[in-house]
C-alpha cells in the first residue's frame, strides 16, 4: 500500500476507478493522429476551393483521398466524444442529468460521424 494515502481513505477503499489512464493516453493518441490528417485536410480544402462540384466529386472518388477524408472525419469525431465526455464528468455534478449528457453525447457524435463517413463512401463509390 502507498504511504501517501490516508487512513481515512484506505479504511473506505477509495482511490483510482484505474480506467482514467486509458482515456487520457486515447486523448492524445488521437490528438497526435489528428495533427498530419488535419494538415492534409486544410491542404485539400484549399485545392478544392479552386474545382466545381465535379471536380470535387472527382477529387473524393480517389481512393487515398476517401480513405483519408473518412480516417479525418473518424477520429476527429472519437477526438470530440472523447473531449466532451472529460467535460461533461468534471462539470456536471448531478447523476441524472450527467448519464443523460453522456449518453446524448456518445449518440450524437456516432450518428454525425457516421452520416458523415456514409456520405463520404457514397460519393467516394459513385453513389452520388
Same mark, same amino acid.
Given at each position: +500500500?502507498?504511504?501517501?494515502?490516508? %487512513?481515512?481513505?484506505?479504511?473506505?477503499?477509495?482511490?483510482?476507478?484505474?480506467?482514467?489512464? @486509458?482515456? =487520457?493516453?486515447?486523448?492524445?493518441?488521437? &490528438?497526435?493522429?489528428?495533427? %498530419?490528417?488535419?494538415? =492534409?485536410?486544410?491542404?485539400?480544402?484549399? /485545392?478544392?476551393?479552386?474545382?466545381?462540384?465535379?471536380?470535387?466529386?472527382? =477529387?473524393?472518388?480517389?481512393? /487515398?483521398?476517401?480513405?483519408?477524408?473518412?480516417?479525418?472525419?473518424?477520429?476527429?469525431? +472519437?477526438? +470530440?466524444?472523447?473531449?466532451?465526455?472529460?467535460?461533461?464528468?468534471?462539470?456536471?455534478?448531478?447523476?441524472?442529468?450527467? &448519464?443523460?449528457?453522456? +449518453?446524448?453525447?456518445?449518440?450524437?457524435? @456516432? /450518428?454525425?460521424?457516421?452520416?458523415?463517413?456514409?456520405?463520404?463512401?457514397?460519393?467516394?463509390? @459513385?453513389? &452520388?
Amino acid at each position: +500500500m502507498s504511504t501517501y494515502r490516508t %487512513p481515512l481513505s484506505r479504511a473506505r477503499g477509495l482511490g483510482s476507478a484505474k480506467h482514467g489512464v @486509458g482515456h =487520457w493516453i486515447s486523448e492524445r493518441v488521437a &490528438a497526435v493522429a489528428l495533427v %498530419p490528417l488535419v494538415l =492534409w485536410g486544410a491542404y485539400s480544402v484549399i /485545392l478544392l476551393a479552386q474545382t466545381d462540384y465535379y471536380g470535387a466529386i472527382h =477529387w473524393v472518388a480517389q481512393p /487515398l483521398n476517401a480513405t483519408l477524408t473518412i480516417l479525418l472525419i473518424a477520429v476527429s469525431f +472519437m477526438h +470530440m466524444v472523447a473531449g466532451l465526455r472529460v467535460v461533461i464528468e468534471d462539470y456536471i455534478h448531478k447523476t441524472l442529468t450527467k &448519464a443523460a449528457l453522456l +449518453m446524448l453525447n456518445v449518440f450524437v457524435g @456516432g /450518428l454525425a460521424g457516421a452520416l458523415a463517413i456514409f456520405s463520404i463512401l457514397k460519393v467516394a463509390l @459513385g453513389g &452520388a
